[in-house]
């Protein structure tokens, strides 16, 4: 009896596997490490993982495309010290490596970054060809 059920919960493991996950690196020309994310379980976007960023931003494209209206906006501190006056929308859902969060709060600018607001409730391992991803 004990045998079929680690059988069946071995199998189980193989065909469900865990919320969190690896998330290949692309770097390209860059040291900065790129991920590929997937929004409202449908839509991919290549985004520049930002350990720094509190929120994370998509760009005016991707809000159009993914049909985000701005609910309001927030001033944010950028790396170089410059304020900049953003817009606020959230998204159904963000998922990178099986790590997946629903009604994220993003702001709309120039650069795709994923920041805090998706992955500030886990634990983030960078590796070099891989990010993880842990509840």
Known sequence: MELALLVLLM???IHFPRK???????????LTPRIEVTFNDDHKE???LDTGASVTTITQNMA???KVKPVG????????NKQVKMPLAEVES?????AKVENVL???GNVPLLGQS??????VIIKRDVVEFRE
């Open 46 to 48: 290549e985004m520049i």
């Open 11 to 13: 199998a189980l493991v």
């Open 73 to 80: 906006e927030a001033v944010f501190t950028l790396a170089d």
């Open 94 to 98: 963000i998922e990178v490596g099986g």
């Open 106 to 108: 993003v702001a709309i």
């Open 64 to 66: 159009k495309t993914l």
């Open 118 to 123: 998706f992955f500030g409730n886990h634990e």
């Open 20 to 30: 969190s996950g690896p998330a290949r690196v692309q770097r390209g020309n860059s």
